[in-house]
């Protein structure tokens, strides 16, 4: 399934800005040209032009755009038109205050600056509507606008007098009564009860109250989508064909991208690793981490996504900007494929002369120049996706999952224990995904609300917080075949963070594991204790190391696989860690310590392999050597081979492949240069 239905094409291209040059129309008059040296065919335009498109209010100037979108479409580039909202003009912020954002602290933002609007303020929404309703009029019948980047990076919450009344109102209607409220959030609790609502506001820091700071959090999610959904409004009305979307940020948690994706037609993101920060020049780990939220991107609406944004060479605001390497670039490009995306465009095609962004990487350099290293490998890279139209639309499939759920996130975070620094949940579940990435395996990232049924294994990390009918959907899927993974400090909470009494996990995850919680062991930094192997169901080390938690748990018809060996003579020698029990025609098994790298990948790889789930090539890669594939739309199998070392290498092949750029066939082995990349099908 394409992306763009109306462009069945990769996407290459990058942010464009030309209202800072509006007063330099020798430099406009070169971009077109340029752009098309470098194989660019679409630009994101508008993103933060408010000021440009309506410098006093009621003042509209398109004109420019217009004769900016008449040019590039004319020489072959398509616009993917951005709405301003991102970026509230001085004007604006100045004549109607409200629509600053308040902090916490109950401080309001001064003007200027980006993403320090607020949500709620009717103003805003109606000068956000009429502006897009000018830009939809204009341009969603223009045959160059082909998908709408609608505001840019969504981020942040307003505490402010209106959004504490919107807030107070969503909880009205979500309890009904404050009685129900008082309830489920335990406000007895410190003689916290409230008597009016009036008396609710938004937390100014660490609550206590957890219930309330969880719904602060789901508000802030509701009322962003709300706003994303008017602002799109006069988009789809002018035009539903075109699609609509907006650029996620990594494992951002400030809201539930899960949520906010359901109002997408396209997910976006914008991938900035840290990379080149390893002094050996191993890239793994930070690959890995694009990698998976590309892949949790791929996910939430089960297509391909864009790639907004990454730089060509450096960005501007890590702790130290260093520049891509020679010949990275095409790497990190061929990898975003290689998990789902469509696109692979930049921030940006040219620097700004000034301001906070003006040393951020760019096609364009201050230097005007078309012979620099990144302008050829942009240009070289440009020429390789032109070729690739098949990929476009091209679907990955999975049959490992593996359960995120961002609430769950919010509420392990603010439990005021059993550990309150570094819990660790997103890298438990990162340490699930890791050996499937090393070893070619794709993996879908699901949540509550995903159909299990189509999945062999399904994992289940540190899911501490039990939503709606989440746990009956596992015991289902186990019920009927699957296989899952549960870990410790699991089903403790229910929705609004407070504790299920009697046996946990709970709502039916311990019959589901055949085990009973008993109490959980946090260690400090440094400490570490062992989980021994009594039976290995498949090939598995004797001893594992463990750290962070340690649950103890009682069998209660589990089969006992691992016990902790903690060297302590005051405790049993036969605790439980690693469990197995038969439910249904499936299988659940139980992991009750934060285990090292090495155990999830003896583990888990092995367990795929005996439920029959097939890497994209089966081989032993070395270190830093990872494989994907995707099917593309004229049946095509795609296979990617990526290095990510600055070390040759080689894999051994199972069967002969063709390179599907440049013919060429390798029979038994596929050498690899330092930081290279490959696309093969099957010779």
Not at 196 to 219: M, N, T, V, Y
Not at 380 to 393: I, P, V
Request: net charge negative.
């Amino acid at each position: 399934m394409r992306t763009v239905t109306s462009y069945p094409h990769i996407l290459h291209g990058c942010d464009y800005n030309p209202e800072q040059w509006l007063d330099r129309p020798d430099i406009l008059a070169q971009d077109a040209e340029l752009m098309k040296q470098a194989q660019i065919n679409c630009v994101s335009l508008g993103i933060f032009a408010w000021s440009a498109l309506e410098p006093a209010e009621g003042d509209y100037r398109l004109d420019w755009l217009a004769e900016i979108i008449d040019r590039l479409y004319a020489n072959g580039i398509y616009t993917v038109l951005a709405t301003p909202s991102g970026a509230c003009p001085m004007w604006l912020a100045a004549k109607y205050p409200e629509v600053r954002r308040v902090h916490a602290d109950r401080s309001r933002e001064p003007a200027g600056g980006r993403h320090n609007h607020c949500y709620t303020s009717p103003v805003y929404r109606e000068k956000v509507r009429a502006i897009n309703e000018k830009l939809a009029e204009r341009f969603a019948s223009h045959p160059a606008v082909i998908l709408w980047h609608v505001s840019n990076e969504i981020q942040g919450e307003c505490h402010c007098p209106l959004c504490q009344d919107a807030f107070r109102g969503w909880l009205k209607e979500k309890y009904g009564s404050l009685d129900a409220l008082n309830r489920a959030w335990w406000t007895a609790f410190w003689s916290n009860t409230y008597t009016e609502w009036e008396q609710i506001e938004s937390p100014r820091g660490d609550c206590p109250i957890h219930g309330l700071a969880l719904d602060w959090k789901r508000f802030c999610t509701a009322q962003t989508r709300s706003f994303f959904d008017a602002e799109t409004a006069p988009l789809k009305a002018a035009n539903p064909q075109i699609p609509v979307t907006t650029n996620f940020m990594g494992f951002y948690d400030g809201i539930n991208y899960q949520e906010l994706a359901k109002s997408l037609d396209v997910v976006s993101w914008d991938s900035y690793p840290a990379w080149h920060s390893m002094p050996d020049g191993d890239e793994t780990y930070n690959a890995f981490w694009a990698d998976a939220f590309s892949d949790m991107c791929r996910s939430m609406l089960g297509k391909p996504f864009l790639l907004m944004e990454n730089t060509p060479s450096n960005t501007n605001w890590h702790d130290v900007c260093r520049p891509k390497t020679w010949g990275f670039h095409r790497l990190t490009a061929i990898s975003n494929l290689a998990h789902g995306a469509d696109s692979i465009q930049y921030f940006q095609w040219r620097q700004s002369r000034g301001c906070s962004e003006k040393f951020h990487g760019a096609v364009m350099t201050h230097a005007n120049r078309t012979d620099t290293r990144v302008f050829q490998e942009v240009s070289d890279l440009g020429a390789a996706l032109g070729r690739l139209d098949a990929l476009c639309g091209a679907r990955t499939d999975a049959h490992i999952a593996i359960l995120y759920d961002i609430e769950n996130h919010w509420a392990v975070n603010g439990a005021k224990g059993p550990r309150n620094t570094s819990i660790g949940d997103n890298d438990l579940m990162l340490r699930c995904y890791l050996p499937f990435w090393k070893a070619g395996y794709a993996v879908d990232f699901v949540n509550a609300e995903t159909d299990f049924s189509g999945y062999h294994l399904l994992c289940v990390p540190m899911l501490y917080m039990l939503r709606a009918d989440v746990a009956e959907k596992i015991r289902d899927y186990t019920k009927r075949g699957g296989t899952v993974l549960l870990t410790m400090h699991s089903g403790a909470v229910d929705e609004n963070d407070l504790c299920f009494m009697g046996d946990t996990p709970a709502q039916g995850l311990a019959e589901l594991a055949g085990i009973r919680f008993l109490e959980i062991d946090p260690l400090y930094e440094g400490q570490t204790e062992t989980m021994h192997i009594l039976k290995a169901p498949f090939p598995l080390a004797e001893s594992y190391r463990l750290e962070r938690l340690c649950e103890r748990v009682a069998p209660a018809g589990a089969e006992i696989l691992g016990v902790y060996d903690t060297g302590n003579p005051c405790m049993p020698d036969d605790l439980p860690c690693l469990t197995r029990n038969s439910f249904g025609r499936g299988t659940a098994y139980y992991l009750g310590g934060f285990a090292e790298d090495k155990f999830f990948s003896d583990f888990l790889i092995s367990l795929a392999e005996r439920l029959g789930v097939q890497p994209a090539l089966d081989a032993t890669f070395p270190h830093g050597v990872v494989a994907a594939e995707r099917l593309g739309t004229d049946g095509t199998r795609f296979l990617f081979v990526m290095n990510w070392t600055r070390e040759q290498k080689a894999v051994n092949l199972p069967y002969a492949l063709r390179d599907y750029e440049t013919g060429k066939i390798y029979q038994s082995k596929l050498p690899l240069s330092p930081y290279g990349a490959k696309i093969l099908v099957k010779a």
